[in-house]
């Protein structure tokens, strides 16, 4: 991996990886975000129109993606909705971010699988050179 950003899955028995990375660990978490979509549906047919607003904190960053990807599945779940975007900013071990995204539409996103939750199973955020990761395998 080069100094950019982007995401990945990866394979995990019946449950799915999600990898997130960039030159901060907040666009890594912005990309493990859009990797999380990405299980669901192809982002890109996911119009931002909505925005929330989310805000999490953690003892640790590994436990802070995990919430931060929980938190968006919560959001996911009670708006009934899709999200694309995420501004993401985290100060220590807090996050704030304002995704923004769109009410399901069965037949545009054609939704392939729903994820139940992130979880701590191949958890890793951590540095590399010059790029961070951040990565769990989410429960579908």
Known sequence: MNAKKGWEHFFHESDIGVRGFGATLSEAFAM??????NVITRAQLVHPH???????E?????ILFVDWLNAI???MAIHNMLFSEFDVTIKGLKLT??????PVDIHRHQPAVEVKGATFT???VDQGDKLWVAQCVVDV
Do not use: D, F, R, V
């Not at 493990?32 to 979509?37: E, H, M, P, Q, V």
């Not at 909505?50 to 999490?56: L, Q, T």
């Open 50 to 56: 909505k925005k929330i607003h989310i805000s999490c």
């Open 122 to 124: 191949e958890l890793k």
């Open 58 to 62: 953690a003892p640790n960053q590994e």
């Open 32 to 37: 493990g975000a859009l990797a999380l979509t």
């Open 97 to 102: 971010a304002i995704i923004a995204g769109e």
């Open 73 to 75: 599945i919560y959001n």
